[in-house]
């Protein structure tokens, strides 16, 4: 390991300097510069480390007040939460669901063949249009896609590009995709996103607001 003294290069006295070549004073020059610099990362990573020290005392403060309480309301867990879940059974086109719950038993259902639950999502869209007409008025939609959850959009918004129209999505790929197609984005506001940040995307938090942007009516 160089001193400190190696590193700097401070056993060069200055007047001895005028006795190095100038590719060497150049050199030299170059190497404290970066020398600077290596010394003011390395003050960084150790201000950093010491930042991290106390933000790990305050996680681990935070965590005990946390097991404090959680005696207090962990009842709570056996009144509210739940799990869902869907399966295929094999080597047949139909679905069943499971719904868990801690401390109570676990009840199961048939949702049937793949084309029933599609009519039943149909159907339940439909409905969701007439609400949407009964919002915006006839006219303001001209048609309606109806996709699958988790389907790719990219090409029903291919066929709207450069069209300036508006594009409401509350999942922020969907968003980026209006935005490459030429949409107007309203970004519906969720806890689930509120990392996200775009200048041309507008967030809004309900269809009211929607409808006030779209009409231009306050």
Do not use: C
Request: hydrophobic content about 30%.
């Amino acid at each position: 390991m160089k001193t400190n003294d190696e590193r700097r290069f401070t056993f060069i006295p200055q007047k001895k300097w005028k006795n190095l070549s100038e590719d060497e004073r150049k050199t030299l020059g170059s190497y404290k510069s970066y020398y600077g610099h290596y010394i003011k990362v390395e003050d960084e990573i150790n201000r950093f480390e010491n930042e991290i020290v106390k933000l790990k005392d305050k996680k681990s403060t935070y965590l005990g007040k946390m097991k404090s309480l959680n005696y207090k309301i962990d009842y709570l867990r056996n009144d509210y939460n739940y799990s869902w879940s869907i399966s295929k059974i094999k080597k047949k086109n139909y679905y069943n669901f499971t719904i868990s719950r801690r401390g109570y038993p676990t009840k199961t259902g048939g949702l049937g063949s793949e084309k029933i639950i599609m009519e039943h999502l149909n159907t339940f869209y439909k409905r969701k249009k007439k609400r949407l007409e009964e919002l915006f008025g006839e006219y303001l939609f001209y048609n309606f896609h109806i996709l699958e959850t988790g389907s790719d959009k990219d090409d029903v918004l291919a066929e709207f590009h450069g069209t300036n129209l508006w594009w409401v999505e509350d999942k922020w790929t969907n968003a980026l995709a209006g935005l490459k197609f030429g949409l107007k984005v309203l970004f519906i506001n969720h806890p689930y996103n509120q990392e996200y940040k775009h200048p041309d995307i507008t967030r809004v938090n309900n269809w009211q607001d929607i409808h006030k942007i779209v009409t231009g009516k306050k």
